[in-house]
């Protein structure tokens, strides 16, 4: 038996005996499902999946791997898209799906308090009776955890208005790796602001066992519309304009003429003649000015040359048009037998200017691109079609996918809006930061982790592109 071999049988025993043998998968075949995310072009075989069942048991788990010098990830609903969830090197997986609590909702202070294994929309149904709800709200949002969503500080269509997680976390619970459970944040609690540091931290710094979340109250009123345009570049110029006015709408989520065609397709969504890119609009807030905004909202687009707007006449209309949008990416799945989801961020402004340069990039590639995605934010979400059975397209997926990365970099953006930077981008983290601005991260994650064993591999750049410190532990070397 290979060393590697016999220290998975000891983990294997270990395991079975403290969390019982239904909390851990070993068999290959099983294992074959926590290979990777929800971005398939990046996975690896851990060498076993454990299922605590409560901040004890997280706690024990993370001690025997590092004492036996394994590493260990975090595992919510595995619909992350950077393939942060993956455990490289023969990895134990911590999967907290059994930790999916609602521990308590307080209608009062307007709190709930949750194990990370909980679905986002289990918080909103659970807020919902007391006229709360809890706001981030990912297109994932189902099946998604809290957990995950921690770790990636996700946003959703609605976070436009009321902002991503980090703005609606008021504590959390952390396992560290020496084993030991801390507690971070709190309004009450003065100190650095460690819930900002750990919120996006992407599993590296520890495992999140309970959260403390912000709920809010449901808007008076919501009001719901579907423009169509000829182009996505007039529909992005409405967009730009419509902020620009000064009106913040809870959402603002652009479909292009790919998305048109495969929803279509797909669903039989009928749409107006020409219709090349669809914007979805929705405001909300107090009943009184609402139709007075949503006249401002349909006056822009009819400026920037809309073909048509459909304003939701009731619930069943607002959700038929929500429908389109939420089934974006299962029409995709259609018409191509694979897509690889981007996640880059521009500045508002410059979005025909991007759209006119993916376009480019995936003719260049041979390859079709899909856009649907949060355009009040400026955050892009480019879908690469293709087929993962054939290699020489997925190598150009890959590369285009890089060159979208590098164009949003130019345009003055980011490298990630939402799904974090996880094993797909972290060689991107040296194109956007500066050697010093990299080793502060690096130095911050030995010591929150300096058993180099917490979901190692993601984040930071591997090797000399993070930054290494001479003898004097002064200079930067790159
Ligand atoms: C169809 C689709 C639509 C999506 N739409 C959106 C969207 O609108 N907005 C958005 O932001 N994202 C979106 N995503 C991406 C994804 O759903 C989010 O990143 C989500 O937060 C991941 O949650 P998860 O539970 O699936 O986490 P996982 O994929 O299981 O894990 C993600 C990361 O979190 C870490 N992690 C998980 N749990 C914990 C924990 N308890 N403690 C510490 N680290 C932990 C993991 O190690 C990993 O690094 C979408 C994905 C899909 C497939």
Known sequence: MTKTAATRQV???AFTERLGADAVVSDPGEL???ECDGSTLHDATPALVVFPRGTDQVADVVRTCVAAGVPFVARGAGTGLSGGAMARDAGVIIALNRMHRILSIDPLRRRAEVEPGVANLAVTRAAAPHGLAYAPDPSSQAVC???GNVAHNSGGPHTLKTGVTVNHVLGLELVLTDGSVVEVGGPERPGYDLLALLTGSEGTFGIVTRITLNLVRRPQAVATALAAFATIDAASRAVSGIIAAGIIPAALELM????????????GFRFPE?????LLVEIDGPEAGLDEELDAVAAHCT???SLHIRLAADETERAEIWKARKQAFGALGRIARNYYTQDGVIPRTRLPEMLARIREIGARHGLRVANVFHAGDGNLHPCI????????ERARVLEAGREILAACLE????LSGEHGIGVEKREAMADMFAPPDLLLMRRLREQLDPTGLCNPGKVLPLGARCGELSATGRQVVL
């Open 274 to 278: 020409g219709a090349g890119a669809l």
């Open 256 to 267: 292009d003429d790919v998305v048109v065609d495969a929803l279509a397709a797909a669903f």
């Open 385 to 392: 079609l293709f087929d993962d059975r054939d290699e020489a």
């Open 145 to 147: 955890t809290i957990g």
């Open 32 to 34: 074959v499902v926590y």
């Open 11 to 13: 983990l294997l025993e």
């Open 303 to 305: 400026e920037h040359g």
């Open 411 to 414: 345009l003055g953006g980011s």
